[in-house]
């Protein structure tokens, strides 16, 4: 992906002769061409989200997306009689996706020609061209990755998350345990380490090293004895939350080194870093050696720092650290471990004891 | 004790750490309530905290004193944040 064209994260459809046929207003029924459907559906598919920004009825509009059953695949539709820059712009927001990252597809010239004033970097396609977006380099990621293809679920349940969060009068902990919230911990699966790698590249505020491992690196230490690639993923009663932290250890006979341990950003809120800590802290008692973490400090990740350090991390000198050797600029910092209580909010199925046995809850 | 932002009696410092507390949390605490109990501290949490002590009493909270006791209770970080304003040892 170079820097002149990056991927197309999400299309902004407009509807009235662009994603069907015809004006709802004006000709009252309406229908989409096989060939559009299979674009959405394809897109879908592909991990990249659709939007619609359209002037119509936003009820109408949105019951006859029902009937043509494409109104699961939309999110943030944007119905109604405002800009229509306006409405991509708040969809960019929303998402939280750079301007880059989105295109906008109609049938009239004016509306392209507005969107593309207001917001240069939005690339606009005629409708058209609508049949051809498949073969389009910037619709087609190099890799789909596992959470590609329920991005669009995520993303839909995240919304309806944020809604109730909203809403919520009490406290942010009653909050939380009402989302019934599973964080699954596993061995990683050769499928789920491209997910994983590009973790390490977009959570730089819970990465704490800093440090980048490549796909390659991270391949090859799934059949290292000496080293566990852990992969963690969430869900509660709105879906999936997919892949959202890995854990890279060095393991020794009398200690655990975390090498890496990353989690999303979209998770934070909920705890997840610190249950992991104190999951690993658990672990690694019932196993009887002591625990190491590589620190090194960046001016994204104090939030690491805080995290170790509130686990009862501290920089104490022990033996067991003798076997590492972290890189330059690296600190070692060191958990004598003692069994740990679950957490209240959330319940966590893991390994037993690391990832050797079957997975089993934390009790 | 040059610096006269130092005379900072402790009430005034837990009336701001409650405060804050309460609009983040929607409850009530006690001086000695222990906010950590459920064993569900987020990343988040813990780092607002740490940013808002630094943040409103202008200082620096590190290393060894980045501990989860200097923050279990209001008591605890008004105690933290009295030591660390008088210049008192940190390390």
């Not at chain 1, 539709?77 to 229509?84: A, D, T």
């Not at chain 1, 989105?102 to 606009?124: Q, W």
């Not at chain 1, 690694?284 to 009862?312: I, P, Q």
Request: charged share 25%; proline share 5%.
């Amino acid at each position: 992906m170079s820097e002149a064209q990056p991927i197309v994260k999400c299309l902004v459809w407009d509807l009235d002769n662009t994603l069907w046929k015809g004006t709802l207003v004006e000709d009252g029924h309406v229908e989409v061409d096989d060939a559009v459907r299979k674009v959405v559906m394809e897109l879908d598919a592909r991990g990249v989200l659709q939007a619609v920004a359209s002037r119509n009825d936003h009820d109408e509009a949105w019951a006859r997306l029902e009937e043509l059953g494409l109104a699961e695949y939309v999110v943030l539709p944007h119905i109604g009689w405002g800009p229509k820059s306006e409405s991509v712009r708040r969809i960019a927001e929303r998402l939280n996706f750079s301007l880059r990252t989105l295109a906008f597809i109609d049938d009239l010239p004016t509306e392209r020609a507005e969107v593309a004033y207001h917001l240069p970097d939005v690339r606009c396609y005629p409708a058209e061209q609508a049949a051809t977006l498949l073969g389009l380099p910037e619709f087609s990621p190099p890799v789909v990755t596992v959470d590609a293809r329920r991005r669009r679920r995520m993303y839909q349940a995240g919304f309806e998350r944020d809604q109730e969060r909203e809403k919520y009068q009490g406290a942010d902990e009653d909050f939380l345990r009402s989302l019934g919230l599973e964080m699954r911990i596993g061995k990683a699966r050769d499928e789920e380490i491209t997910r994983v790698e590009e973790l390490t590249l977009r959570t730089s505020q819970m990465n704490a090293t800093g440090v980048h491992y490549s796909d390659a690196a991270l391949r090859s230490l799934l059949s290292d004895a000496d080293h566990e690639v852990l992969v963690v993923s969430m869900t509660d009663r709105f879906g999936p939350h997919g892949a959202v932290g890995v854990i890279l250890i060095e393991k020794t006979p009398r200690a655990w080194r975390i090498k890496l341990l990353a989690t999303s950003c979209r998770v934070v809120s909920f705890g997840a870093g610190a249950v992991l800590l104190r999951w690993l802290t658990d672990a690694a008692a019932r196993a009887g050696v002591h625990l190491a973490a590589d620190f090194r400090r960046t001016d994204r990740n104090r939030m690491m720092e805080v995290a170790y350090r509130f686990a009862g991390f501290t920089t104490a000198r022990c033996d067991c650290l003798a076997s590492f050797s972290p890189p330059e600029g690296t600190e070692c910092l060191h958990l004598e471990p003692v069994r740990q209580d679950p957490p209240a909010t959330m319940r966590v199925i893991a390994p037993e004891p690391l990832a050797g046995g079957p997975r089993t809850p934390w009790r | 004790m040059t610096d006269s932002t130092t005379e900072l009696p402790v009430a005034a410092i837990e009336q701001r750490i409650g405060a804050f507390l309460a609009a983040k949390t929607k409850l009530t605490w006690e001086p000695e309530e222990d906010l950590f109990t459920s064993g569900a501290v987020s990343s988040l949490f813990a780092m607002e905290l740490v940013v808002f002590v630094e943040s409103t009493f202008q200082v620096a909270v590190e290393g060894p004193d980045l501990a989860m006791d200097n923050f279990r209770t209001v008591r605890a970080m008004s105690s933290l944040v009295t030591r660390l304003r008088s210049g008192g040892d940190g390390a």
